[in-house]
Structures are given as structure tokens and as C-alpha cells.
């Protein structure tokens, strides 16, 4: 699939068919994960699969009762729970060194996009869940000291695909050589 | 260019050639950002568009003398200097709704990764520079209270093209039903 196509039809898919995700089609979206830039090269990400749908049910009940993602957890024949190493992205020599603190959030994002073009592409579906107890997910799947979970993602087939929610135009997200100042047509 | 191709061949590029960027390429990089995904669809993320060679030697200066992007931010025609709207993404009502505080560095990640993506698609490069003084620069580019600086991201065509820095196997990255659990070949 075409990287514009993959990134304009990509949509948040919250229901599921029960078909499996072999392990081919697995590596394949986590190759693409593992591609991603990231802070000095550090990769700092972590993926936990889960398919075992007793803990996927367990995950599920960290988010609030009214969050539609739930059943998504449930129903997505996988799981991929997002984590980060702390203390390496936005690190230099042990310290961070920008004004953000530890950069892992922007990493994990990286890797996590990939994935779900990737996975777009090969014709499943996913959905960036952030809203759930991390530190409940964190006791459920053993997650050690020095590693957060980000984020929920499931993975599989999709049953419905949602239109697409409208996006803000462009004349109102970009500024040019000052914050506020707008204006196309400079481009030589 | 297909999406797997994009996301394996996009290399950080940080040197370029001074030919211009068109308002065409320009408006499709930037829609390619504006189609990722956010925290409850709050998209956000601004960018400010800067092609003016005098703002860009002294944003150039807001990095360490050391820092190799410095020359790529003075030699690359454009530069875009992602920005953040605080206190929206991970909030639920006005309040921070995760352990991770304002989600921004996650959606901001997101969104570049699409206008790199896109950029690699028409042959332009790209490069993440998170290390550098962004008050300083939210100085220099007038940037409001509420809004924050993330990232500049040079933006040009390359004139060298590095070798893709090595990244850990996959088996150091992903764990099954548990953190330190390994094994593939569960996938019915």
C-alpha cells in the first residue's frame, strides 16, 4: 500500500472479527516497529503480546467501564502492550537535557505508528488506547522497575471501519518564520 | 513508495542540498501530518514553517556547537519547528487523566512521523532534533504561553543519504502474555 493511502485511510478500529493473527503477520507490524528513529539510537521500546484472553480481560478492566476501547481489548485477537525503558531517550550521560524530561512518550509514539501503518496496510486494524490504570497493567504483566507501560494497542481484522472524524484545516496548524504569521506562496 | 519501503529506507538525513522546497511538496507534507492520529482527536499539534535563512541561523544556534543537526537546520531550506497546544492531549475535562501527565510528546511524535514518512515518499529527507534550548527558540518565534516547542525537523533534499544505524533483534524487544516471557508460535 502507498505510504499517503496508509496514512490517510488509516482509521481507529474499536470492533473485531475473532480470525487470528498468525505469527508471520505479527513480525511483519513489529519489523516495522523496530525501524523507527528514536533518541540517539536508544530504541527504548518494549512490546508485550498478549493473546492469552483471560489477561486480555484482566487489561481490559484497567480502563473506565465507559470507555468504548474495552471491548476492543477483549474482542482483538491480540494485544500489544506498549512499553518504554525510562532514562535513555532525551539522556545524555545519564541526565536528561531538554526542558520535556524523559522523551520516551515521543519514542514509543514513533515505533507505534509504524506498527499500525504497517499493520493498516496488511489489512488489520488498531487503535491507540492511553487512558487505563498503567500501574495496574504494570502489576498484571510483571512489568519490572525502569519500564512503563504507554499504551494499549489491540491488533486484528476489522469489523467495522469508523469515517473518518474531520481534522482541523492546515491554514490553522502552520505558521510561517513566526508563531502567527501566515502566508503560502515564499518558496524559492 | 509503499509503506513498508518508506518505513525501512527513511534515514535521518542531515545533510542537504539548497534546493527549495515547493509550496506543493510543502502542503503535502503537512497534510500528511495533519491525517495522524490524537488524544481524543484534539490534534495538538502546530508547526511553524520557517524559510527565512537569517530565523534559521539563530534557531540553528539554539543547539550545543557539537550538535551535527546544527549544520542541517542553517543548510536545509526549510525548517519546521513542531509545536504543542498543552493541556488538551491526555486530559479528560480539563484535567490530566494518566500517570503520564500531558500526553502532547505522543501526539507531536505521531504527527512528524507522518510528514517524514511523506517526505521520504518524495524523495526529501528529514531529521528529529529534540536536544536543543526551546525557550530559546519559543522566544525567537513569538510563541505564546500554553503552547510549547518539540521538536525542529529540518526538511530538504538530501545530500547524503547515511547506512541505517543497526537496531536490536526482536527478540530483545517483545515478551509473550507477560513481561520476560519469550516465544513465538502461539498464534491459533
Known amino acids: 500500500m502507498d505510504v499517503f493511502e496508509a496514512i490517510k485511510t488509516r482509521r481507529s478500529i474499536r470492533k473485531y472479527k475473532p480470525d487470528p493473527v498468525g505469527d508471520d503477520v505479527l513480525k511483519e507490524v513489529l519489523e516495522a ?3 523507527a528513529p528514536s ?3 536508544t530504541q527504548c521500546w518494549e512490546f508485550i503480546v498478549v493473546r492469552d484472553p483471560q489477561t486480555k480481560k484482566k487489561l481490559s478492566e484497567t480502563l473506565g467501564p465507559g470507555n468504548p476501547a474495552r471491548g476492543a481489548i477483549e474482542e482483538a485477537p491480540v494485544l500489544i502492550v506498549a512499553c518504554a ?3 535513555v531517550s532525551g539522556f545524555y550521560k545519564g541526565s536528561p537535557v531538554t526542558d520535556k524530561g ?3 512518550m515521543f519514542d514509543v509514539a514513533l515505533a507505534l505508528h509504524n506498527l499500525s501503518l504497517a499493520a493498516h496496510a496488511l489489512g488489520l486494524g488498531t487503535v491507540h488506547v492511553g487512558f487505563f490504570n498503567a500501574k495496574r ?3 498484571i504483566l510483571g512489568v519490572p522497575e525502569g519500564v512503563r507501560v504507554v499504551e494499549l494497542m489491540p491488533l486484528g481484522y476489522p469489523l467495522e471501519v469508523p469515517k473518518p472524524p474531520s481534522r482541523k484545516p492546515l491554514e490553522e496548524m502552520v505558521h510561517f518564520d ?3 504569521k501566515k502566508g503560502w506562496g ?3
Open 102 to 104: 524523559d522523551f520516551f
Open 85 to 87: 525503558r525510562t532514562g
Open 39 to 41: 533518541w540517539a539510537n
Open 137 to 139: 497493567v504494570e502489576e
Open 178 to 180: 513566526g508563531y502567527g
Open 186 to 188: 515564499k518558496s524559492t
Open 33 to 35: 516497529a523496530r525501524w
